[in-house]
C-alpha cells in the first residue's frame, strides 16, 4: 500500500504548505469562527475550542498510508508567514486508487489565485506521490467559488444531485467533479 509522507515544506511561488501546527489555532479560527466561511460548509462558524479539537486532529494527519486516513495541509504566505488556508486529501480506496479534496481559504485571500495554486499541489500529491488513479471534489450547489476552482484545477462536474441532502435545516444540491490522473498529466504537458 502505498503511503504518502510528503517532503515538507512545500514551497509554490506564493505560497508554502506545510503540517498543522498546535500555534495555528489563532490563524484556523480567525476564519473557521467565520459565518461566512461556514455558510456551505457542513460545520457552522466555530469556537475556539472548536476549532482547537479540528486542528487537533490535522496535527496528526500530516500523512497518510491508509484508506480513510486524510492528510491535512496548512497552507501560508510566503511574504507574511500567515497562515491562509486549509487543504485535505482523502485517501478513499486503496483498491480504486481514489482520494478526494477539500479546502477552506480565509475570505481575505480569495480571488488572487492562491486556492488554485495551492490545490494543484495537493492533486500532485494525490497523483504523483499516493499513486491515486481519480480524485473527486465536492461542494454545496450554491458555492460558485469552489465550483469555479474545481473548474480551473482541470476538475470536470461529474454530478448535480438536486436537494440531496439537509444542511443546516436547508435541503441543498450537492455538485461533484473529478478529474482522473491521465488527464492531469496531459493538461501538465
Same mark, same amino acid.
Given at each position: 500500500?502505498?503511503?504518502?509522507?510528503?517532503? @515538507? +515544506?512545500? %514551497?509554490?511561488?506564493?505560497?508554502?504548505?506545510?503540517?498543522?501546527?498546535?500555534?495555528?489555532?489563532?490563524?484556523?479560527?480567525?476564519?473557521?469562527?467565520?459565518?461566512?466561511?461556514?455558510? @456551505?460548509? @457542513? $460545520?457552522? +462558524?466555530?469556537?475556539? *475550542?472548536?476549532?482547537? *479539537?479540528?486542528?487537533?486532529?490535522? &496535527?496528526?494527519?500530516?500523512? =497518510?498510508?491508509?484508506? /480513510?486516513?486524510?492528510?491535512? =495541509?496548512? &497552507?501560508?504566505?510566503?511574504?507574511?508567514?500567515?497562515?491562509?488556508?486549509?487543504?485535505?486529501?482523502? @485517501? =478513499?480506496?486503496?483498491?480504486?486508487?481514489?482520494?478526494?479534496?477539500?479546502?477552506?481559504?480565509?475570505?481575505?485571500?480569495?480571488?488572487?489565485?492562491?486556492?488554485?495554486?495551492?490545490? /494543484?499541489?495537493?492533486?500532485?500529491?494525490?497523483?504523483?506521490?499516493?499513486?491515486?488513479?481519480?480524485? &473527486?471534489?465536492?461542494?454545496? /450547489?450554491?458555492?460558485?467559488?469552489?465550483?469555479?476552482?474545481?473548474?480551473?484545477?482541470?476538475?470536470?462536474?461529474?454530478?448535480?444531485?438536486?436537494?440531496?441532502?439537509?444542511?443546516?435545516? &436547508? $435541503?441543498?444540491?450537492?455538485?461533484?467533479?473529478? %478529474?482522473?490522473?491521465?488527464? $492531469?498529466?496531459?493538461?501538465?504537458?
Amino acid at each position: 500500500m502505498p503511503m504518502l509522507k510528503p517532503d @515538507y +515544506p512545500i %514551497v509554490t511561488g506564493r505560497l508554502v504548505l506545510r503540517p498543522f501546527r498546535p500555534e495555528d489555532l489563532d490563524a484556523l479560527n480567525s476564519f473557521q469562527s467565520r459565518a461566512d466561511v461556514a455558510r @456551505y460548509l @457542513y $460545520w457552522g +462558524p466555530r469556537s475556539r *475550542a472548536e476549532s482547537a *479539537a479540528a486542528l487537533a486532529k490535522r &496535527v496528526h494527519s500530516s500523512t =497518510v498510508s491508509d484508506e /480513510g486516513q486524510f492528510l491535512a =495541509v496548512a &497552507v501560508e504566505l510566503t511574504e507574511t508567514g500567515q497562515l491562509i488556508g486549509d487543504l485535505t486529501l482523502e @485517501y =478513499v480506496s486503496a483498491e480504486h486508487r481514489q482520494g478526494e479534496i477539500g479546502f477552506v481559504f480565509h475570505p481575505d485571500h480569495h480571488g488572487r489565485g492562491l486556492a488554485l495554486e495551492a490545490a /494543484g499541489e495537493l492533486l500532485r500529491l494525490g497523483f504523483e506521490e499516493l499513486g491515486l488513479h481519480r480524485i &473527486v471534489g465536492r461542494c454545496d /450547489g450554491r458555492n460558485q467559488a469552489s465550483s469555479a476552482l474545481m473548474e480551473r484545477l482541470g476538475m470536470r462536474r461529474e454530478a448535480h444531485l438536486r436537494e440531496n441532502e439537509m444542511v443546516k435545516g &436547508v $435541503w441543498t444540491d450537492e455538485l461533484v467533479y473529478a %478529474v482522473l490522473e491521465d488527464e $492531469w498529466r496531459l493538461a501538465r504537458s
